[in-house]
């Protein structure tokens, strides 16, 4: 029997750090609780192959061209939503992406796919953002309208909320989408690196 799986994060006193995870409670989507019996991932949440299809979504990225999730399919995702005029969390994050991705080449090297969570994002910005943070070559940033992003976000269960002050609280969460669209990972920033990498390596060596 399927259980739903709802994973929160408290909000800290901090601007811009997470303000709740609901891995897809929103749409009512069923969880199954991560089981120690499965092949160990270090997620927060982990899901069996199959058990939880990844929603698909189509967005264009920073050079204009149109990304759909489902044409991704072969390799794994690393799926995030970030800010890329935040000052704080985000380039935590984007620091934490590099050095879990850098070990990693050929099968195990996943596409690095985020979705903006900021309407003020621009392709100048996130490249801007980019090179500060040192995100690994190769990266996806997706932007959109709200009427177009906003949807994303709900089906992924990030919270997103401007604040009076210009600034952007969201969920600091992620997901591991492997190669056959599934979602096998979620996880809270701050995270370890060497924990992603590991699951990355392990998704590439499934058959």
């Keep these: 029997m399927r259980k739903t799986f709802v994973l929160?994060?408290?909000?800290?006193?901090?601007?811009?750090?997470?303000?709740?995870?609901?891995?897809?409670n929103e749409l009512g989507s069923s969880r199954a609780l991560a089981r120690p019996a499965l092949p160990s991932l270090y997620g927060e949440a982990t899901w069996r192959s199959r058990e939880v299809?990844?929603?698909?979504?189509?967005?264009?990225?920073?050079?204009?061209?149109m990304v759909r999730l489902t044409a991704l399919?072969?390799?794994?995702?690393?799926?995030?939503?970030?800010?890329?005029?935040?000052?704080?969390?985000?380039?935590i994050e984007a620091?934490?992406?590099?050095?879990?991705?850098?070990?990693?080449a050929g099968s195990a090297e996943p596409?690095?796919?985020?979705?903006?969570?900021?309407?003020?994002?621009?392709?100048a910005s996130v490249a801007r953002a980019a090179r500060k943070w040192h995100l690994p070559a190769g990266f996806e940033w997706l932007?959109?309208?709200h009427a177009e992003l906003a949807p994303v976000w709900r089906a992924y269960g990030i919270a997103v909320r401007p604040t009076k002050d210009g600034d952007v609280e969201?969920?600091?969460a992620f997901y591991v989408v492997d190669r056959n669209g599934d979602e096998r990972a979620g996880f809270i920033s701050p995270f370890i690196p060497?924990?992603?990498?590991?699951?990355l390596r392990r998704l590439a060596a499934e058959t």
């Design 111 to 123: 596409r690095l796919v985020v979705v903006s969570v900021n309407l003020a994002d621009t392709p």
């Design 95 to 104: 620091a934490q992406f590099a050095a879990a991705l850098r070990p990693l």
């Design 143 to 145: 932007f959109g309208t």
């Design 8 to 24: 929160a994060v408290a909000s800290a006193a901090v601007v811009g750090v997470a303000i709740g995870l609901l891995l897809h």
């Design 194 to 199: 060497g924990l992603l990498t590991r699951d």
């Design 73 to 91: 399919r072969g390799r794994a995702v690393v799926l995030a939503f970030m800010d890329s005029l935040c000052t704080s969390e985000c380039p």
């Design 53 to 65: 299809h990844a929603p698909p979504f189509q967005l264009r990225d920073q050079h204009g061209r």
């Design 170 to 172: 969201h969920s600091d």
